[in-house]
Structure formats: structure tokens, C-alpha cells
């Protein structure tokens, strides 16, 4: 079976600097899989190359059996693929509804506006009692909810997360968590992750990929990752 993201021998970094060293990954439809790295291990590099924002210097990417290596970010949304950055990237000065209907920007029909926007409702019924409001006076659990929910808006086969707990609270980062979980099973939609809460990423992923200094070192069964000496080794 032809993975859905097949991504091979990939370098990317910024200027003259090489942030990412031959990466291999391939993630198969429903499955979760989060990246693991301390920082500057080159895990944001990797989603944002995937994604487009970052042009390759070498490697491949393909997602359904097609390259999309160099594509642009707007071709990858059409084509079902969405990122939510680190830090939100909501637009904070819209209300939370103009912020979800830019998520689907692409939309042309108001029955599939309807039913994208009472879907990401149905996940985050607060976003749905705050709709009126401005993005940018909602707390910090809440702007990842509404960046999650415009990612979702399009749809999305794949969906990558650029450290979607951070700067959030114990109790905020399970429910978002939680939501991320509740799309891929209710959805059957992919995803992608970078997270530093370890506990958390590890628990509801079914693979775990580890970077070190760009280079992956691991990928595998995230159980087996449960002995945290191992994991600070590959560190």
C-alpha cells in the first residue's frame, strides 16, 4: 500500500546552514505520528518543508502517490493538506467566525461552508458559544482550538501541528490533545506532530520519530520510548 506522506532523503535549512540531514519518513492513512527533538533539532524545519514554506535542498516529498516536492503551500491545502504553526496563527484582530471562514477560503458552496464550520462546532462547542468574539481576546487553549479549527475547515488528509500544547496549562493541554485524537479517529485524518510534552506526545501517537541535531535516530513504536533514560539518550 503507497504511503499517503513519503517523505525521502530530505535536506532543508536556512541560508548556508543544513537544519535537516536526509530525513526518511513515511506515514500511512489514520495513522498519528509525532516528532520528538530537543530544540534546534530541526523539527520545525521538517513540517515547514513538507508543507512547503521551505523549499528542499535535496530529497523528495510525496502525498498520495504524487511529488509535491516544491509545491506551494495553497496547491498542498487544496490538495488536503493543512499546518497549524507553533504560536496559534489565528487572525487575532477577526472575530471567531471570520477567522474560520478564511480557513475555508476555498469553499464555494454555503451547504459545505454550513457543515465544515458545525463540524469544528461539534469539536469545540466553546468556539461555537464564542463566535462573535475577537480571535485575539481568547485565551490561549481557546486560539489553539480556533487555529485547529481553521486547519480543519479545508478538510484536511493530512493534518501537521507545530507544538499545539505549548504555552498552555496541564488541564488545557489534555483537551487539546484530546481533540487531536477525536479527529483522527472520527475523521480518519493523519497527523503530524511536533511536541515537547513527551508524556503527551507519546500517548496518543502510534509512531514516534526522533531527531537529533536534523538527523532522525529513531522511528518506531512510541512505547518503546516509555523509558525516559533511552529517550534522553537519543537526545
Do not use: C, W
Not at 62 to 85: H, K, M, Q, W, Y
Not at 185 to 202: A, F, M, P, S, W
Amino acid at each position: 500500500m503507497t504511503a499517503l506522506l513519503a517523505v525521502s532523503g530530505l535536506q532543508a535549512g536556512y541560508g548556508k546552514k543544513i537544519v535537516v540531514h536526509n530525513v526518511d519518513l513515511a506515514l500511512d492513512a489514520n495513522e498519528i505520528a509525532v516528532v520528538l527533538g530537543h530544540n534546534g533539532a530541526g523539527k520545525t524545519t521538517l513540517l515547514r518543508t513538507i508543507f512547503g514554506l521551505i523549499k528542499a535542498r535535496s530529497g523528495s516529498v510525496s502525498f498520495a502517490g504524487r511529488d509535491i516536492t516544491g509545491r506551494s503551500p495553497s496547491a498542498n491545502i487544496t490538495d488536503g493538506l493543512a499546518l497549524v504553526p507553533q504560536g496559534h496563527g489565528i487572525f487575532r484582530t477577526l472575530g471567531v467566525r471570520q477567522n474560520l471562514e478564511l480557513g475555508g477560503f476555498s469553499i464555494a458552496d454555503r451547504q459545505v461552508m454550513a457543515e465544515r464550520l458545525a463540524r469544528v462546532f461539534a469539536l469545540f462547542p466553546v468556539l461555537q458559544e464564542r463566535q462573535q468574539q475577537i480571535g485575539g481576546t481568547l485565551s490561549g487553549g481557546q486560539q489553539q482550538m480556533l487555529a485547529i479549527g481553521m486547519a480543519l475547515m479545508s478538510a484536511p488528509r493530512l493534518l501537521i501541528l507545530d507544538e499545539p500544547s505549548i504555552g498552555l496549562a496541564p488541564l488545557l493541554v489534555e483537551r487539546v490533545m484530546a481533540s487531536i485524537r477525536e479527529i483522527n479517529r472520527t475523521y480518519g485524518t493523519t497527523i503530524l506532530l511536533v511536541e515537547q510534552n513527551l508524556k503527551h506526545g507519546l500517548a496518543i501517537a502510534s509512531r514516534a520519530v526522533v531527531l537529533n541535531r536534523g538527523a532522525k535516530v529513531y522511528d518506531g513504536d512510541p512505547a518503546a520510548l516509555a523509558d525516559e533514560r533511552r529517550l534522553l539518550e537519543m537526545f
